[in-house]
Structures are given as C-alpha cells and as structure tokens.
C-alpha cells in the first residue's frame, strides 16, 4: 500500500488517498484516536470512485464521527482503473433492454453481477490485509453499502466481517441468495420501499434467504434518492453496538 496523497478535512478526519499495486483508494481515520481503532468498508456502485466520492465521503465522516476508521477501493473496470470489456457489454445489454422497457433476465444480471464478484471481493480482502496492518486500524471490521451481492459474497468467505449493513436494491443472481444463506453474521439492510429500481419483492426474498440470527430490515418510503438522514443514524448504532 502506497499513500500518494493526504489532507485534513474541516472536521479534522484526515483523508489519504492510496494505491495497492493498481487500484486506488481512500482511507478516512477520526481526528483523534487513543488506540487502534474499528474499520469499516464502504461499498459503493460501480459508477467510478470520482463520480461517487461525494455521497462517500458523506458516509467517510459519518463513520469518523463515531471514532471508526473507513476506507474503500476503486471496483474492478471503473474509474481510473483499466476498462473491463466484459462489464461494458454488460451494462450495454442492461440499459437496452431497459430502455426498451423489456424485462432483465437472468442471463443478463449474472453477465454483470457474477463476475463483479469474482473479481471485486479477492480485492477487497487484499486491501483489508493492508489496512490491517497500519498501526491506527486495530479491528474489528465491519462493510457497509455498495452492490449487494459483493456484500454477500465477503460476508461468506471473510472471517474478519464481524457486521454488516446491505442496501437493498442491486440486480442480484438468483445463487446469491443460495449464498445468502450462508451468512450468519449481524445485519441491518436498508429498503426503500418505492425504488424504481429495484424489484420490491425480490428484496424482501432475499432478507428472508439471511442466514443471520440478527438481521433488521428498515424500510422506508421513497425513491432510491430518497433515503432520510435518520437511516444513516439508525447504521451509524448498528455498527457502533457490535464494533465496539
């Protein structure tokens, strides 16, 4: 891991961006810290760290407030990073049938999932082995947001996930809910109840599927804009109570 550049922010959470061999990121720590403190991944859609950073630095400060630490990677394909043929085709057949206002089907949600996954969580373990072993990041971990089934997936294969919090409302393959089963950890997942795009039914599927004991679901009316602020603070005790 290799810092290229660093700033306070006017709340005093230092911001650094990094590389890990070929992929950005940005890691965010508290002002002021006593002691190694908990991290949490931040996920977010594959539409470019530049283009998201404003709704994730949100969240950055969010996290620092509660004195955690909080970082994310660039996703495979987007940004800064080399173009993923595959993943453009993708989203090109996507937004076709989308456009033409015909169903999406299996084989299209797979071809843009599936291998998203594949690819994404091997790299996000690699960054939570860097990030580990900073000497200000002490543990345990927790990952919030982005593409639903790259929460699954990490949340089965990753011992160091201790919680988790999913935004219901990505396109999932229908093995991610075999998947989602295996995953056992505690879990609060975010719906909003009238997403245009989002299959309402599907979600609430797939929160059944949770193998978790501890699994909350807030749903809340409006848009996939729409989410009120207090959501961000009913997440922001979620990780504070099993982080801590």
């Known amino acids: 891991m290799r810092f290229t550049t660093e700033q306070r922010l006017d709340d005093g959470v230092l911001q650094r961006e990094f590389t890990l061999a070929e992929i950005p990121g940005i890691l965010w720590t508290p002002a002021s ?94 960054a939570l082995d860097a990030l580990l072993s900073l000497p200000e990041i002490g543990g345990p971990v927790g990952y919030s947001g982005g593409v639903i089934s790259v929460g699954i997936r990490l949340a089965v294969v990753e011992p160091r996930i201790v919680a988790a919090g999913f935004f219901a409302g990505s396109f999932v393959p229908r093995v991610m809910f075999e998947q989602a089963r295996q995953v056992t950890i505690p879990l609060h997942v975010l719906l909003q109840w009238d997403d245009e795009g989002n299959d309402r039914q599907a979600a609430l599927d797939l929160f059944d599927a949770f193998g978790s004991k501890e699994k909350t679901l807030h749903a809340n009316m409006g848009g996939h804009t729409g989410v009120p602020q207090f959501a961000g603070e009913d997440s922001a005790r979620f990780f504070a109570r099993h982080l801590r």
């Open 33 to 126: 810290a006593s002691a190694p403190v908990p991290l949490i991944l931040l996920g977010h859609p594959p539409l470019g760290l530049r283009t998201m950073y404003p709704r994730v630095v949100a969240r950055a400060r969010h996290v620092a407030a509660e004195g955690f630490a909080a970082a994310t990677i660039e996703l495979p394909g987007s940004g800064d990073r080399p173009p993923w043929v595959a993943a453009e085709q993708a989203r090109a057949d996507l937004r076709r049938v989308t456009e033409a206002g015909e169903p999406v089907s299996d084989e299209i949600i797979d071809a843009l999932v599936l291998p998203l996954v594949d690819k994404a969580v091997p790299e996000l373990q690699v």
